[in-house]
């Protein structure tokens, strides 16, 4: 069985390679496997320990190529706005909470979120 990777969400200042590989360097292991688009800050992501960076090329109409595709975050990206979009808008300073939430009820879509709250709450009790 094929694991499913974690998504891991952050509001940044730029998208530039600085902040995104600094991201990725903080959050991801370097023998992480990395699906991504052709955007150029995730350029050099082999030159700094990340040898397993697959990417796919939208502009040249590529989408998936084999085992390289990015449809994972693209579903994460589908749920958060379906999720979102209950709230008919959500105040600007409670956006990244609300990310938040949805990025940990999609990493833990398929368990019992009741039991995996009750293990956050005795790990970390209020």
């Not at 952050?10 to 992480?32: F, N, Y």
């Not at 749920?79 to 990493?107: D, I, P």
Request: charged share 30%; net charge positive; with cysteine.
């Amino acid at each position: 069985m094929k694991r499913q990777g974690k998504v891991y969400t952050e509001i940044v200042p730029d998208c530039s390679k600085a902040t995104l590989q600094g991201i990725i360097r903080g959050h991801v292991e370097p023998s992480t496997v990395i699906h991504s688009d052709g955007w150029r800050g995730y350029d050099g992501l082999v030159d700094i320990g990340f040898d397993k960076h697959f990417r796919v090329h939208y502009g040249e109409n590529e989408f998936a190529n084999g085992e390289r595709h990015i449809n994972g975050i693209e579903s994460f990206w589908s749920y958060a706005k379906r999720r979102l979009a209950k709230f008919n808008g959500v105040a600007k300073h409670t956006f990244y909470l609300h990310l938040k939430e949805t990025e940990f009820r999609f990493n833990h879509r398929r368990d019992n979120l009741y039991l995996e709250i009750l293990k956050l709450l005795r790990k970390n009790p209020l």
